[in-house]
């Protein structure tokens, strides 16, 4: 596991200790929300700067995950809310390494997802009819005629 330092572990117990409910691997706390939660339970005192620079750590090493969300208002303009935070198997597995309470439960929830959306991409798989070998050659020899007719070449 790669050394992650204090404020970023303490970043990482902020998400996960606000994480969306029983079911939720997911986070929709705020960065402003994780500076104020920094100072009044860790004594850690850091900026907006630093709390994105340690948000794009965990993510490089592949603890989280963020997508960004957006909205629309009424009169059509789009405003920017605040990113979704996921906690990925090897972040839940950084925790559980650090026997934080409720990690195994994170783990096992992520873990239980991934199983059952590989059964769901692999049902999707079966329904598309895919070309057989011979299709597939045919296919390609009719793209490389197509491709060469168009060209001319010239004497030397």
Not at 55 to 60: G, I, K, P
Not at 108 to 118: C, D, L, S
Request: contains cysteine; aromatic residues 10%; charged residues 25%.
């Amino acid at each position: 596991m790669p050394f992650i330092g204090r404020t970023a572990y303490c970043v990482m117990l902020v998400i996960f200790k606000n994480l969306g409910g029983k079911k939720a691997p997911y986070s929709l706390i705020s960065v402003d929300k994780i500076i104020e939660l920094l100072e009044m339970f860790h004594k850690i005192t850091v900026g907006r700067r630093w709390v994105f620079y340690i948000l794009a750590l965990l993510e490089l090493i592949g603890f989280i995950k963020r997508q960004i969300r957006a909205g629309n208002r009424s009169d059509g303009t789009v405003y920017q809310q605040s990113s979704m935070i996921f906690f990925k198997a090897r972040g839940a597995r950084f925790l559980m390494g650090k026997l934080v309470t409720g990690a195994k439960e994170l783990w096992k929830r992520i873990i239980t997802w991934a199983e059952n959306e590989k059964k769901r991409i692999s049902a999707e798989r079966d329904l598309t009819r895919q070309p057989s070998l011979p299709e597939q050659t045919i296919d390609q020899g009719r793209f490389e005629s197509l491709a060469l007719s168009g060209i001319k070449t010239f004497p030397a």
